[in-house]
Nanobody, 119 residues
């Protein structure tokens, strides 16, 4: 059973920074693309950033230049460094991973971590 565990959320003032982490554990062969999604109250879940197994990133337009996704394959972990945070970044952030395991490539989600940007 593959598990994704997120950490690093919290309350921060506008303009501040937070760093999220997501570690994968369990039985698997490898991890393909990993990413961060977020869901604000009353809104649909949206993609924030993804990173391939080779480290190629992709960002939604509204976070480009402010957020940086990175990956440590040896630790099966991804990070999201969030700078210049805005109130509209407030949401529950979810980690996502496409995992190669017995049975094929399967999608897994973390439990989510709350990020609140408020004065």
């Amino acid at each position: 059973q593959v598990q994704l565990v997120e950490s690093g959320g919290g309350l921060v003032q506008p303009g501040g920074s937070l760093r999220l982490s997501c570690a994968a554990s369990g039985s698997f062969f490898s991890i393909n693309t990993m990413g961060w999604y977020r869901q604000a109250p009353g809104k649909e879940r949206e993609l924030v950033a993804t990173i391939t197994s080779r480290g190629s990133p992709n960002y939604r337009d509204s976070v480009k230049g402010r957020f940086t996704i990175s990956r440590d394959n040896a630790r099966s972990t991804i990070y999201l460094q969030m700078n210049s945070l805005r109130p509209e970044d407030t949401a529950v952030y979810y980690c996502n991973a496409n995992v190669n395991e017995r049975g094929g490539d399967l999608i897994h989600w973390g439990q989510g971590t709350q990020v609140t940007v408020s004065a």
